[in-house]
């Protein structure tokens, strides 16, 4: 039987865009972040061997998207694609 859950494909944007943590980031728990004129739920884009916590008001470079979830990178990771 196939499940009725649908894997969504990611979009990596073609230049990375400055975002604004709203609602704390970590390893396999989404957040919030403010970027491209709204609110958008987020999570990191690589999340595995990744320990690190984004809070409110730190900002992350946005580098793709799936559905409607902003994938994020930390700025001081110095990582863009």
């Known amino acids: 039987m ?4 649908k894997v969504r494909e ?5 230049e990375p865009m400055l975002g604004i943590v ?3 980031i970590a390893p396999y728990r989404p957040g919030r972040v ?3 004129g709204s609110y958008w739920p ?3 884009y690589e999340e595995e061997d990744n320990e690190m916590i984004l809070q409110p ?4 470079f ?7 979830t902003l ?4 700025i001081k990771s110095g990582t863009l694609f």
Not at 71 to 74: G, I, N, R, S, Y
């Open 22 to 24: 709203e609602e704390t």
């Open 71 to 74: 994938l994020v990178v930390p």
């Open 2 to 5: 196939k499940s009725p859950l």
């Open 10 to 14: 990611i979009e990596k944007f073609d």
């Open 57 to 60: 008001d730190e900002a992350v």
């Open 34 to 36: 403010k970027g491209m």
């Open 42 to 44: 987020a999570r990191f």
């Open 62 to 68: 946005i580098i793709g998207i799936t559905g409607i």
